[in-house]
Nanobody
């Protein structure tokens, strides 16, 4: 069994900051790619940022320069530092990871349960 548990969401005023965390636990041999997605009401889920095990990052254009993704491989944890938040950043944020479990030859993709981020104007 593998679980991804997010934390750090909440309500913040425009211009403020939040830091999301996502910890993976269970029978984990290694984690390759980790990422954050978000889904606003009435919209499709979209990639916000992703990071490889080696630290290569990718961001959607709307968050470049404001959000920073990072990870701690020893803790199987990924973070999303969100600065200069805007009302349009309001969404449920989901953690996502490609995880290789002990005894398996293939990585599988896992999702967290989501954490709400609300930015007031």
């Amino acid at each position: 069994q593998v679980q991804l548990v997010e934390s750090g969401g909440g309500l913040v005023q425009a211009g403020g900051s939040l830091r999301l965390s996502c910890a993976a636990s269970g029978s984990i041999f290694s984690i390759n790619r980790m990422g954050w997605y978000r889904q606003a009401p009435g919209k499709q889920r979209e990639l916000v940022a992703e990071i490889t095990r080696g630290g290569i990052t990718n961001y959607t254009d709307s968050v470049k320069g404001r959000f920073t993704i990072s990870r701690d491989n020893a803790k199987n944890t990924v973070y999303l530092q969100m600065n200069s938040l805007k009302p349009e950043d309001t969404a449920v944020y989901y953690c996502n990871a490609d995880i290789l479990r002990y005894g398996f030859r293939t990585s599988y993709n896992y999702w967290g349960q989501g954490t709400q981020v609300t930015v007031s104007s």
